[in-house]
């Protein structure tokens, strides 16, 4: 990749995408497309994270409003993704441009074969000049399963190719110190380096009937990203030039930016943190807790003290203190079975395990990321 190649991510919302009838407004997508052709013209890569399913298949479903029901959406969704695409594959393809569709669940997130196999795909499209347009499969996903919103699925999509920059598209110009509908004084934050407790009580539900996540999932997806290591920005969808300005560093809205003390997860602990989904407990005491975390070394054999839930070797646990206090997240080279065998051996008795129980380089601490991890 050249110096000046970026790689973007952007993602839009439904209310930015849909009329006041709640349809698709070809106005609409035709500014978004014009702006992400701007900036492949400029020889950047572009991935599209597009929300805009269930508001553009509703009507057409029959339903008056926005459905409540999870199979009305998902109904709903299966019209209206179709169509959603056959818009901007027309429009990109009028410009010399493909797009191309990707349907993503959180279980093919949640399985690391199926993460990099999908990064792998999509990095052979970024690469051949294709724009992917991904979305949540919402037809076929349950609701116990799903990303639920497409901020946070975004971010981890950002930190699957290893993005440049995460551009978030919403109703509204910016992030706000306060819920401006409900505090007329609430002022623009031009520039963010860390999501503190006052940004995140600040962060409040959606503005509209079509958008889901509100300010509290942008949230949550800013720090995916940040804690990711990708810059950031958060902008008005209808602002003229939005998406340009914001990759040349010019446009009004929020800059999410990475300092030198920003976490920067790898992939493999960007995994485990935000897509892995553990599956059981191990609990250590507290002085093992300072070895882990203080003296950044790797859990031994020695140092756990009892695992709840049945996990194999390989699996993605969460790590406890005797308080029940969240620790991190950690991938275990045991199993539940072998754990519980191993705690009352006397030291000599461990040297047969000669692996770490948990290795540094597969833990992720849960103040590294600032946030509860495997949410
Ligand atoms: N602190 C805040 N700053 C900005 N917007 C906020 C804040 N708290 C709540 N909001 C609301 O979040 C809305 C954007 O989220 P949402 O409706 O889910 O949009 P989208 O469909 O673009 O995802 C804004 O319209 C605004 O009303
Ligand atoms: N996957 C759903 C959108 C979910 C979602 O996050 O919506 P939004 O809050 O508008 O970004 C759809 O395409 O309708």
């Known amino acids: ?66 459905p409540s029901t999870l199979p009305e959406k998902q109904a709903a969704a299966s019209i209206g993704q179709g169509l959603l695409m056959e818009s901007y594959s027309d429009l990109f393809l009028s410009h010399g441009y493909m797009g191309s569709q990707i349907l993503i669940t959180r279980s093919d997130f949640s399985d690391e074969n199926r993460y990099n196999n999908a990064r792998n795909t999509i990095n052979v499209l970024l690469e051949r000049g294709i724009i992917p347009i991904v979305n949540e499969n919402d037809t076929i996903t349950i609701d116990r399963l799903k990303f639920g919103d497409n901020d946070t699925l975004s971010a981890k999509v950002a930190g699957l190719v290893d993005a440049d920059q ?20 609430a002022k623009l934050l031009d520039k963010v380096h860390e999501i503190t407790p006052e940004i995140e009580a600040a962060a409040g539900d959606p503005g509209s009937a079509v958008g889901t996540g509100g300010m509290k999932s942008k949230i949550d997806a800013f720090k995916i990203s940040m804690a990711s290591g990708i810059a950031s ?24 930016e990475i300092t030198t003390d920003s976490e920067n997860l790898d992939q ?13 407990k ?57 754990m519980k065998n191993m705690i009352n051996l006397t030291e000599p008795e461990l040297e047969s395990y000669d692996k770490a129980a948990v290795e540094q380089k597969d833990f992720v601490c849960h103040l590294e990321v600032s946030m509860p991890v495997g949410v």
């Open 166 to 185: 995460l551009i978030i598209l919403s109703d509204i110009d910016g992030l706000y110190d306060a819920d401006p509908r409900k505090n007329s004084d």
């Open 1 to 66: 990749m050249s110096q000046n190649k970026k790689r973007i991510v952007i993602k839009i919302g439904s209310s930015s995408l849909t009329s006041a009838h709640g349809e698709i407004s070809r106005r609409k997508l035709e500014k978004l497309v014009d702006e992400v052709v701007r900036l492949k013209d400029d020889g950047h890569e572009v991935l599209l994270v597009s929300s805009g399913a269930v508001a553009a298949g509703y009507r057409k479903l029959g339903c008056l409003e926005r």
């Open 233 to 256: 920005f958060l902008g008005k969808a209808n602002t003229p030039n939005i998406v340009y300005d914001a990759v040349y560093g010019d446009a009004v809205g929020t800059y999410f």
């Open 268 to 280: 493999k602990k960007q995994w485990i943190a935000f897509n892995s989904g553990p599956e059981g």
């Open 282 to 338: 191990v609990i250590i005491d507290h002085r093992a807790k300072e070895t882990v975390v203080d003296m950044k070394q790797s859990l031994m054999p020695g140092n756990v003290h009892h695992v709840t839930g049945r996990f194999e070797k390989g699996a993605v646990v969460r790590i406890q203190d005797l308080d029940g206090e969240e620790i991190g997240l950690g991938v275990v080279n045991y199993s539940s079975e072998q």
